[in-house]
């Protein structure tokens, strides 16, 4: 069975500063990976997706994650981290099935 | 609408109470996803449809859920017997066949 692990639960943090969210996963075999986000009042919407090839994932926003397979990891970074940013982030696995499976969320707090 | 449509968005019923939930996903779109989001948790994985068919229906809770995809389009979760501990915004996705999730607003259920 897969599974998803982010360690953080809550960081805040002030504008520009640096982000990095941490994801791990546990599936055996050939995985599909994603990042969703949750902006308040709104519903969950991809940010980046890793599928094959170049393990460095570049997403919408600025957004960038990267696969590493030898540490089961796919953790999201962002050099500078604007007000817009406060949301939940959202750490998916699909691996044999179809079905993705989420990570308990991360809430992200950016202070102007 | 381009996207994917849930009803209602709020449902407050009293326990013991039967509820329907209703999604419209993607034109086009031949899979379809039902997750259930609690407070401070990530989306729970409960049945997907490919086509008309329940292709998994593992995390369904118990008995008292039920989901249809009568003509491989519209599709209704139901729920019998309504209990608190099923209060939780109840997410509806559809995607292509092994492609990203594209969700709902998500059914607000509150069980009184």
């Known amino acids: 069975a897969q599974s998803v692990s982010q360690h953080n639960h809550h960081v805040i943090l002030s504008e520009a500063a640096s982000l990095e969210l941490g994801c791990n996963y546990s599936?055996?075999?050939?995985?599909?990976l994603f990042w969703y986000v949750q902006y308040p009042g709104q519903h969950l919407q991809l940010l980046l997706k890793y599928f094959s090839g170049d393990p460095l994932v570049k997403g919408i926003k600025g957004f960038e994650a990267e696969f590493i397979k030898s540490k089961f990891s796919f953790n999201l970074r962002k050099p500078s981290v604007q007000w817009s940013d406060t949301a939940e982030y959202f750490c998916a696995v699909k691996g044999g099935s179809y079905i993705p499976t989420f990570g308990r969320g991360t809430s992200l707090i950016v202070h102007p | 609408g381009a996207g994917v449509s849930q009803t209602p968005s709020n449902k407050v019923t009293e326990k013991g109470k039967y509820v329907e939930l209703r999604c419209d996903p993607i034109?086009?779109?031949?899979?379809l996803y039902w997750y259930r989001q609690s407070l401070g948790q990530g989306p729970e994985f409960l049945i997907y449809f490919q086509g008309t068919g329940a292709a998994d229906d593992s995390g369904l809770p118990n008995d008292r859920f039920f989901a249809v995809r009568p003509e491989g389009s519209v599709s209704t979760l139901k729920i019998q017997r309504t209990e608190r501990g099923d209060s939780a915004v109840y997410l509806c996705?559809?995607?292509?066949?092994?492609?990203?999730?594209?969700f709902g607003e998500g059914s607000r259920l509150t069980v009184l």
């Open positions: 599936y055996g075999g050939t995985v599909n």
């Open positions: 996705a559809s995607s292509l066949q092994g492609g990203e999730l594209f």
């Open positions: 034109s086009g779109h031949t899979a």
